[in-house]
Structures are given as structure tokens and as C-alpha cells.
């Protein structure tokens, strides 16, 4: 690219007249457009029929582009198979959990082990790269789209067969496979590899450890058609960056940890829960979340909507001005680029009524109005391109945690991994600090406090960094359901919370959830929710005990005095409570937020070399004035001591003493 902020979205001029794709470019040029992704759904066009490719119209389109300086993220149209393909390949399509085929008709109805869908995948793959990997527009492969969006898991015969093969090679015997499935409980001992299969629709709940290697191996397999086409690309377009979308923040099936080392970039898809009125608290977390697995590098924002999208029970259309908070939002959290599903509102297919960069009403429209000046606002933030958000915080996040948490026949059902890494972010969000997400086992050296919600499995590395990280001066705050089991999804015995018990000082007898509506009374005022626990101290001190009830007067919030401090909380606190705690530990832990601001305005810092960025954006409908001096580079404004931020408004500062 050329060191702007990208500005774009998906191009598919496979569903207009060529006539169109003029009047296409010219309105690019007048937005602002620099990069498009092209080609994603395109590979029925591309291969008409078994072998036979046809490449002249994206010739076209790649060309047409590059005269009217729009770089290109080129997908590999994988994403989609075409009719003839399923019609030749009928074992190709996913198998549900049930036992149903899917069929042709929609998208993405192929199942990830398939070996001829893995072949047509690397045959396609190989042309597109011959053919265009030194076209002037080419500025990024886009392999596939959404990996496992519809279909994350296969459970056909070819799958369980790939599954198999996966245990032979994470247990060599079948032995261990037996321990570590615990399969002395419910006879369910396997006397034979081919007796296993995909955990497949059970009459009661299926074992847990078996749905949790399920998970590995489905994110796995994934990852496995990623790469092969990764490695077409390496070898035959060299030097062009390599991505895929992936999605956050809610995306469950795959563990993006793995995944995120074998993107050259790292980009995301992120829409708004449009009728959540606090859907851009989420925005931040999926924005924290995409930067953390770029390893704080800039991130692409590969995908949001204009306005409405057409997948929830009411799609909402975006309020004004909240399309442009929402994009820069996600620049503010570190995105070099704000790029939309689509480019032009399609007239037929199961998206027609998703918003667009081009609405059906056409250009005299406040969505395109909104468009262009959007465009303006990034061309006016060049500047920021490269730049990184530095934090000192970091929330723990694992997939396989979630994915063995969440399971079945839990304590409590109410219990949800999400849920509680929301709560704390959004805590975060509210008192100013900005953080990283980042895996229990990864590097913590950066962080002065890191808060472990409902962290439920735990392996020995990553119990042993978290002590580390204590020992060496860190804060921790773990939540309740944390450290229960090991990494077979097996009981830690003696007690929990169990890798983190001599961490916190604090030792559980027994689990008391709450029944449903109900709350926990703190003695400290606070209030629980969904859970409380019978818990004794082992060294920690008491920062609050239950105040009624059976547990009257039991340990509810305990700090252990070791290194920085080891907080448990053996509840979920509601959101005042929640605050009140964040804000004690903070200012122990020396964290401040990013600058004091009112309710409803986000701050955000981005650091370049020598400048630094302050981005504040007003979601409240009151304007807000905060301390800061410095040059608004959207406006022009100078600032100095003071600065307005008018409601539903985004101010950045070129900060004077950056
Ligand atoms: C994404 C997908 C796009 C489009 C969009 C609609 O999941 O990548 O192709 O379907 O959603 O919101």
C-alpha cells in the first residue's frame, strides 16, 4: 500500500453489468477508496465448470482498479464452492452434529477434511497466484473468508476419520486417550481407534474431554486448509502479505492464538449487536482483542456495515454520526485501515438489505454523504498509520478455556466465559484504561495488572506464568471458576481454585451458585451474582465476606500480600461493584486511565516514533470538555489546556508533548 490508512471494502462487480463498474471507480475516487477486497464468492465465475477457468473478467476488474489508484486484497474465492463441485464431490458437504448433510444453496458448504475440496482449493489457488501475483493492484491475498463461519465443524465420515488420525497423533495410545478421556467413567472405554468418532448427537451429555479434543481438532483442521493455501501463495507470489478475516470479538470455534502467527496480517470482521446500547463497549474489546493476537502491530479491519445488516431479528440502522465513532474507533485501538461488507448494496441474494458504501437509494443519501466524509477524516489521519496503542493491562483470554468452560453440566449454566471477560473489559472501558488481551501462558513482562476472569482450565505453564508474573511485582485479579481443571478437563484435586489456590492464599470446599435472578450481598456493600462459593482463607487477607445467607460471614473478595498482589474474587460482582474493586486495585497497581474523562467518552492513545495520538470519542449525547493541548487532525483546531468534544463527535489530537 502507500502508508494511508486503507479505506474500502468488498468489491464484487461479479453481480453487475460492466457498465456499472465505471460509475463503480468513479465513486470510489470521489470516497476516497484505496484498497477493495475482490473475489471473495468469486470462484463460480472464476471456475465454471471442473477445470476450466475463466480469469478475463477479474482481468478487468484488477485492471480498471489499478488505473484509478484502488489497491487490491485479492481473495482466493475458496470460500464458497460451486454447485457442479458439491454435485461431483457429494462427500465434500458438512455432516451436522446430527447427522444431516448440508446442501448446496448458500455458502461455505464444505467440510474442512475433505481432500477434494483441499485439492480444488490449492489447484485454484496456484492460478490466481500465477496469474495475478505481480499485477500493480495487488496489495494483499485474502485467503477464503471467515474461516468456519457457518460451518465450524464437520462431523461426516472423512471428519471423523481426520479426527481419528488428530488423537493418534496428540495421544500415540490408545491408553492415554482412555486416561485422559476419563473413559473409566460410563463405559466408555475404547478397545479400538475406529470405535471413536466425532461426538456426534448423544442421548445424554457426551464426554466432556472428547467435545473438548473435538474443539482442538476442528480449529486445527481449519487452520490446516489456511495454510495450504498460505504456502501456494508464499511460493508463487512472494512478498505479497498473506490474510484472512477472522472475527471477533464472540467468535467461539477457532483459537485465533494458533492462528494468528501464520497471518502476515492480521485482520478482523466486526459488526454491532445493533440493538445492544452499549455495542461499542464490545466494538473496544473486539478492536483490544485483533490487536493482541497482531501482537500490538496494526491490524486491518477488513469488514463492518455502513448501517443496518440483515442477519439479526431487527436490523437496526446505525444512528447518525455512529458509523464514523465506530470506524475510528477501531483506528483509535489500532486498525491502519476502516473497510466495509460492501462496497455496493447488492439487488438480489440473501444480503440485499445489508447496508453498503453505495445504499440502493444511491449517492443522495446520508450513508454515502457519510461515506466521503469518512473518507476525508482518513486521508486527514495518514499520519497515524503505523502506529501502536501501548497498554499496561491485559485481561486473560483462551479459547480452549471457553471452550471447556462453557461445556455442559457445569455448576451453573448462568456461568459463561464470555460474559465475565466482557464484564471486566467493560469495567476497564469505563474507568479510561485501555488493555490487551492475552493468553494465560504468554508474555506478561509489559503488564502491571492482569485480570483473570472466570478462567476455567489451566495447564501448568500457564498457572506457573501467572505466579511468575505476581512474584515479579505484577497485580492479578482472579475471578471465580478459575484454575478448576487441568488440561484434560480433569479436577484439580484439594481444593480450588485449584492451579491458582497457593497463588491467592484461598482455599474452596464447595461451589454455591445463586438460583437464577438472585444476588449475593457483600458486607462491603457490594453484590455478587450467579455464584458464590464456600471458601477459606490460607494466607490471604479479607477484603469482603458474604453478609448473608449459608455463607454469612465466608470470604468472598481476598487479597494474598505476595508480590503485587493476588486479588480472588469468588463472585460475579455486578457493574457499580465491579468498578468500586477495579478502581481500589488500579490505583495499587499504579494504572491510570489514558486521561480523566466523562461518563460516555472514550480516550485512546496511539504512539508513533516521535508523536503520539490522543483519540477521544464522545458516545454520550452531552458535550464533554477534558484537559489536553495539542493540534485536532480532523478539524484543524489548535488546542491548548482544554478541548471540547461534542456529543456523538471524535476529536484526535496530535498531543503537543507526545
Ligand atoms: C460477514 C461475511 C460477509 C457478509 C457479512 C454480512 O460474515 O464475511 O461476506 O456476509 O458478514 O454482515
New binding site residues.
Given amino acids: 500500500m502507500d502508508g494511508r490508512l486503507a479505506y474500502g471494502g468488498?468489491y464484487n462487480p461479479e453481480q453487475w453489468p460492466e457498465h456499472v463498474w465505471d460509475e463503480d471507480v468513479r465513486l470510489m475516487r470521489e470516497a476516497g477508496v484505496n484498497l477493495v477486497t475482490v473475489g471473495?464468492f468469486g470462484w463460480a465465475r472464476l471456475e465454471p465448470s471442473p477445470g476450466r477457468f475463466e480469469f478475463g473478467w477479474l482481468d478487468r476488474v484488477l485492471d480498471l482498479l489499478h488505473r484509478n489508484g484502488v489497491y487490491v486484497d485479492l481473495a482466493t474465492a475458496t470460500a464458497s464452492p460451486p454447485p457442479w463441485f458439491s454435485l461431483r464431490y457429494p462427500q465434500s458437504l458438512p455432516q451436522t452434529r446430527d447427522g444431516v448433510r448440508l446442501s448446496p444453496g448458500s455458502r461455505q458448504a464444505y467440510c474442512p477434511s475433505s481432500p477434494a475440496y483441499r485439492d480444488a482449493c490449492t489447484q485454484l489457488v496456484e492460478r490466481l497466484a500465477q496469474r495475478y501475483h505481480d499485477h500493480p493492484a495487488l496489495a494483499l491475498w485474502h485467503v477464503n473468508?471467515?474461516y468456519g463461519?457457518h460451518v465450524a465443524q464437520c462431523y461426516c465420515p472423512t471428519s471423523a476419520a481426520a479426527f481419528r488420525d488428530w488423537l493418534r497423533w496428540r495421544y500415540a495410545t490408545l491408553e492415554s486417550l482412555n486416561d485422559a478421556w476419563a473413559t473409566s467413567f460410563w463405559s466408555q472405554h475404547y478397545g479400538d481407534w475406529e470405535e471413536i468418532g466425532p461426538p456426534r448427537a448423544t442421548p445424554t451429555f457426551t464426554n466432556p474431554t472428547h467435545q473438548l479434543d473435538f474443539h482442538r481438532f476442528s480449529s486445527a483442521e481449519l487452520l490446516d486448509c489456511y495454510r495450504a493455501e498460505h504456502d501456494v501463495l508464499r511460493r508463487a507470489s512472494p512478498g505479497t502479505p498473506v490474510t484472512t478475516?477472522l472475527m471477533a470479538p464472540a467468535f467461539k470455534p477457532l483459537d485465533y492464538w494458533t492462528w494468528a502467527p501464520e497471518l502476515d496480517l492480521v485482520s478482523v470482521?466486526h459488526?454491532l449487536q445493533a440493538e445492544d446500547e452499549d455495542n461499542h463497549v464490545d466494538l473496544a474489546l473486539a478492536a483490544d482483542l485483533t490487536r493482541s493476537l497482531a501482537g500490538g502491530a496494526p491490524w486491518l479491519l477488513m469488514?463492518h456495515?455502513t448501517s443496518a445488516?440483515n442477519?439479526q431479528p431487527r436490523n437496526l440502522a446505525k444512528q447518525p454520526g455512529q458509523m464514523r465513532r465506530n470506524s475510528l474507533q477501531h483506528v483509535a485501538r489500532g486498525a491502519d485501515s476502516v473497510m466495509f461488507?460492501q462496497w455496493r448494496a447488492s439487488a438480489g441474494g440473501a444480503?440485499k438489505f445489508?447496508s453498503a458504501m453505495v445504499p440502493h437509494a444511491g449517492t443522495d443519501t446520508r450513508v454515502w454523504r457519510d461515506v466521503v466524509g469518512l473518507g476525508a477524516n482518513l486521508a486527514a489521519l495518514t499520519e497515524v498509520t503505523g502506529s501502536r496503542v501501548v497498554c499496561e493491562t491485559a485481561i486473560a483470554w483462551d479459547w480452549v478455556s471457553w471452550w471447556a468452560g462453557d461445556l455442559d453440566a457445569h455448576p451453573s449454566s448462568d456461568l459463561r466465559y464470555l460474559d465475565q471477560v466482557r464484564a471486566h473489559h467493560a469495567a476497564l472501558w469505563r474507568a479510561g484504561v485501555t488493555a490487551d488481551l492475552v493468553h494465560p501462558a504468554g508474555d506478561l513482562s509489559a503488564y502491571k495488572l492482569l485480570l483473570v476472569p472466570s478462567l476455567y482450565l489451566v495447564g501448568e505453564e500457564a498457572a506457573a506464568n501467572v505466579r511468575d508474573f505476581v512474584e515479579r511485582g505484577g497485580t492479578v485479579v482472579i475471578g471465580c471458576f478459575s484454575g478448576i481443571v487441568d488440561e484434560q478437563d480433569h479436577v484439580r484435586l484439594g481444593g480450588y481454585p485449584g492451579a491458582f489456590t497457593d497463588l491467592l492464599g484461598v482455599r474452596v470446599e464447595e461451589f454455591h451458585p445463586l438460583a437464577a435472578g438472585s444476588s449475593a450481598r457483600l458486607d462491603d456493600g457490594s453484590t455478587g451474582r450467579v455464584w458464590s462459593e464456600h471458601a477459606h482463607t490460607t494466607g490471604a487477607e479479607i477484603v469482603a465476606r458474604y453478609g448473608e445467607g449459608d455463607l454469612s460471614g465466608v470470604p468472598a473478595i481476598t487479597r494474598n500480600p505476595v508480590g503485587g498482589g493476588a486479588w480472588y474474587v469468588g463472585t460475579c460482582l455486578d457493574a457499580t461493584s465491579l468498578d468500586r474493586l477495579l478502581a481500589r486495585v488500579c490505583e495499587e497497581a499504579g494504572v491510570r486511565p489514558v486521561a480523566p474523562a466523562p461518563s460516555g467518552v472514550e480516550v485512546v492513545r496511539r504512539r508513533g516514533d516521535d508523536a503520539s495520538y490522543l483519540f477521544l470519542i464522545n458516545h454520550s449525547t452531552i458535550d464533554a470538555t477534558l484537559p489536553g493541548s495539542g493540534r485536532d487532525l480532523l478539524s484543524g483546531t489548535r488546542h491548548r489546556g482544554t478541548l471540547t468534544v461534542p456529543a456523538g463527535e471524535v476529536v484526535v489530537i496530535l498531543e503537543e508533548d507526545g
Fill in positions: 468488498d471473495v473468508n471467515e463461519c478475516n470482521d459488526y469488514e456495515s445488516v442477519w461488507f444480503e445489508h
